[in-house]
Structures are given as C-alpha cells and as structure tokens.
C-alpha cells in the first residue's frame, strides 16, 4: 500500500478540512505531516460546524485511526481547546488519536517570540498567525527543542525552564516590553499556567513512534491518507520567501513529517479554490481591490478559520496553480468554492504572467513583480449549491472546469460546492 495525500495548491485555507472528512471513510488512518495550530480546518456536518488546528480531520469516525505525525508542532493548550470542542459534541478523540513522540513543543515562549519578531518588523511584517509556529521549527532546527515523548521524563522541568530562560534572554534583547503582550488574551503567567495544564493532559493520550507504526500498517494493508496544512504557496523553499510558513507543505513534506520513503507516496489530491484568498503580507499577483474582491470575500466568508482575519481575494491564477502541480506531483484536483463564483457575469483567470516586458508562463523568482495576463470566462450565473451530480453542472460551470484542466494538465476529480459535507462531488 502508499500513502495517498491532500494538500493545498494555494495559500492555505482551500477547504482540505472539508475534502479529508469526505474522503476519510475511504482510509484507515488520517496523518498530519507537517505544520501546527496555524492551520484551521474546517468541517460541517449534520448542522454541526468544528474548526481543526491540530488534531487531523478524520477525527469524526471512532473506528478510523487519526496520527499527529513527527514533522508537526503541538501546542498543549490549543490541543486541550480543541479536545473540549469536540467532546462538547460527544467525540472522544481519545480513542483514536496518536501523537508522534518525536513532533515538537510549541512552548509559550515561542508565542512571545513570534509576537515580539512580528512587532519589530513593522511594515515587513509576515502576517504570522503568531501561534509561534516559526520560533518552534526555529529551535528544532538548532538542535534545542523539545519534543513529546520528553514530557514523560524526570527532568521535562527543567528542560523547560532552560529553554525559556534562552527564550527570554532573546527577548529581553529586543526590550519589547513583554508584561504587555497577551497570549488568546491571557497575561503570560496565566497562559503558562493553563498549558502546563495542559501538557498533563497531553500525557494522557497515546504516544508513538509513528514512523514504524505507519511503515507496519502500510504492510499490513492498511489505507492511510496524509492531510496537509497551510498551501505550496507558503513552502518555506517554494514560496515567496520571506512571506511563508516554517514547513514544508509540499508533498515532499509527507516523507520526512512521517517518515515514508518517496516510493511510498501514492495519490496526490491538490485542493484550489475556484478563485484565490491570501491571509497575511506577501505578494499576490491577481489581487482585487475593487468591489470584485469585495463580493468574493462576502459570498465566500473569507475570513481567517484561525485568527478571524479579513482574507485578501482574487481571480483563480493558472500560472501559480501549474507551479503548484508541479512541486507535488499532483495527480487529482479537488476544485472548492464554486459556488461563491455563482453571482459573476463574467470570471477572469489569469493564464500568464508579464515580467518586465515578457509574457512567461511560470511563476519565477521575482513573484512580486509579475502582472497577471487575463482570459475572461462567461459565469453560470446560477447556484451552485444543491448540486449532487456531475450532470447538473450548468454549461458555463462545466466549460469553468474544463478550461482549468486543459491548461492543468490535470483531472479535476473532486469538486466542491459548499461547506457541508454533501455539498461534494467525487468523480472517482
Ligand atoms: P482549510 O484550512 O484548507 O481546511 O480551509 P478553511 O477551513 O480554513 O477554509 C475553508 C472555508 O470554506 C471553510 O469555512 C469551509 O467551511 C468553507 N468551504 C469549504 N468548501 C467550500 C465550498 O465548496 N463552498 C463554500 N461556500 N464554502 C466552502
Ligand atoms: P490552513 O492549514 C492560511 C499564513 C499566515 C502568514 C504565513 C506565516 O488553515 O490552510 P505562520 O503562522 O505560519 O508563521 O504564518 O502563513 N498561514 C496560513 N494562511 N491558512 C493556513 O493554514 C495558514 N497557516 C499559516 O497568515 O501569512
Ligand atoms: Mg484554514
């Protein structure tokens, strides 16, 4: 058996939350490989709606297993949040979730950190989700972070306390007047509290070697699929560098976040919106500013599932999209959000880009420089949303999806026409 993967082809927040719980009933296992509780997933169901950060969505079947792999970080606290939403709704996670002992502490300090970083950058500013995601893959890479399976261990304590005391030379450098920073509204001393808190309950939940456990069903012919978080367009090497995450999200992520041999990747689902949102700074080539932009946001609800930010919108880009298949060797596209499109006369996507005086038709170096190059598709103008089968797709809508995959390349095999869980069609 391979590993299968979804992931995002944009800027995060395609609706892989939404696709992985459609899909999840065809798999055993759902693992995260990579990112944190800067990702929001969401799910609707049943007139039930959840918001995932951590926790991989295939969390709402008890027979389905669900893996937070090593290539992950955990904060205890939003993981204890997310727990008591669920269980809110009558799901124990607790059954069938299991933590990667080598997946990485997010500690509080990596918050302050993140805070006081994105502070002193003033107009350079990243746009972080500030859940420290950045000053936890920081220290893993230098070799001082902290991982699970310490939490267990005599002197967990005191790693703890030497690794915040570095945290606090750092920050104590910048003269960020600290006491004055509140982490989800919290003085630092009462966050602390709570996820010292929560790091007991942490404890309680199954800790793995989650490579040989994954490695061991994969032989014993069990189906897994791996969920990406944020999108190719915030790669920490394939973004537009500096405005992208600590992670790989690409699919090469999948290898090391699981640790899987590449032979051992199988289907690759790459999620796009029908158009394009950004949350956070960095450029977007197809960008609106007028009232277009406007309608997308409002129709779409276009505001951050993690932080509550108004998302920047624009036409769907092909160039990108292309680069996007290309990094990840996508074999299926899974299209979302259609039906936000419903109210245009006319729909532009961008299939080239101009640089300087050039038309070229991949995404460069110079992201921030490019000018999008425009066809214009006639709309369906028509709703979208009671759609259960492929025949009922309006002509326009139809001829939307076969222009994406003339230029893909790519089958469009998924598509999605509003947030609840029937609002999919799956044409394979
Ligand atoms: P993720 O981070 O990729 O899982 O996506 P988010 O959950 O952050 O954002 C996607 C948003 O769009 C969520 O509010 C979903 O409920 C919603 N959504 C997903 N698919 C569709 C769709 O096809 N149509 C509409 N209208 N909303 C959708
Ligand atoms: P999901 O999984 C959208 C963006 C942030 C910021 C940049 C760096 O829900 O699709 P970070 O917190 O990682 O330091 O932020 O990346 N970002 C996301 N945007 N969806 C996400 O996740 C994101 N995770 C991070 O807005 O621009
Ligand atoms: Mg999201």
Redesign the pocket.
């Known amino acids: 058996m391979k590993v299968d993967v979804l992931l ?1 082809l944009q ?4 609706g ?2 939404k696709i992985v719980d459609v899909l999840a009933s065809r798999y055993d296992i759902i693992a995260r490989f990579q ?1 944190g509780p ?4 969401t799910i609707e169901f049943d007139g039930l709606k959840f918001v995932l950060h951590t926790i991989p969505s295939g969390i709402f079947a008890a027979s389905r297993l669900n893996i937070v792999g090593n290539g992950v970080v955990i904060d205890p606290y939003i993981f204890s949040k997310e727990v008591a939403q669920l269980r809110s709704k009558n799901i124990n996670p607790h059954h069938n979730l299991l933590i990667s002992k080598k997946a990485h502490l997010i500690l509080p300090t990596h918050r302050l950190l ?1 805070a006081v970083y994105e502070n002193t950058m003033g107009e350079n500013r ?6 420290g ?2 000053p936890a893959y920081t220290d893993k890479t230098a070799r001082q972070g902290i991982r699970v399976g310490e939490i267990h261990k005599d002197d967990f304590s005191s790693q703890y306390r030497i690794l915040k005391e570095k945290h606090h030379r750092i920050i104590d450098s910048y003269n960020a007047g600290v006491a004055n920073i509140k982490i989800d509204g919290l003085d630092f001393d009462s966050y602390e509290k709570q996820w010292l808190d929560a790091i007991e309950l942490l404890k309680t939940y199954h800790q793995i070697d989650s490579e040989h456990f994954i490695n061991s069903s994969l032989r014993t012919g069990k189906r897994i699929l791996a969920e ?4 190719t367009l ?1 790669d920490i090497e394939f973004g537009a560098y500096p ?4 992670s790989n999200t690409i699919a090469a992520g999948v290898c090391s976040g699981l640790g899987i041999a590449p032979s051992k990747v199988g289907r690759v689902y790459g999620t796009f919106k029908a158009y394009c949102t ?5 450029p977007f080539p197809t960008e609106l500013h007028d009232e277009a932009g406007a309608l997308m946001r409002d129709r779409g609800h276009e505001y ?4 509550g ?1 108004p998302r920047r919108c624009g036409w769907l880009d092909l160039t990108a999209l292309k680069y996007a298949i290309m990094l990840n060797g996508v074999t299926d596209l899974v299209m979302t959000k259609g039906d936000v499109l419903d109210a245009f006369e006319q729909i532009q996507v961008a299939t080239h880009y101009k640089l300087n005086d050039e038309t070229i038709d991949h995404l460069p170096f110079e992201a921030d420089q490019v000018k999008p190059l425009y066809e214009s598709i006639k709309g369906w103008k028509q709703s979208l949303e009671e759609i259960t089968s492929q025949d009922e797709f309006p002509a326009a809508f139809a001829d939307y999806i076969s222009f994406i995959q003339t230029h893909t390349q790519t089958p469009v095999n998924i598509v999605s026409v509003g947030p609840d869980r029937r609002q999919t069609i799956v044409l394979l």
């Open positions: 995002g800027w995060g927040d395609e892989k939350g990112g800067n990702a929001g997933h993140d990243i746009g972080s989700t500030l859940k995601i950045g990406g978080a944020q999108g915030l405005f992208v995450t600590s950004r949350v956070g700074s960095g951050g599932s993690t932080t930010r």
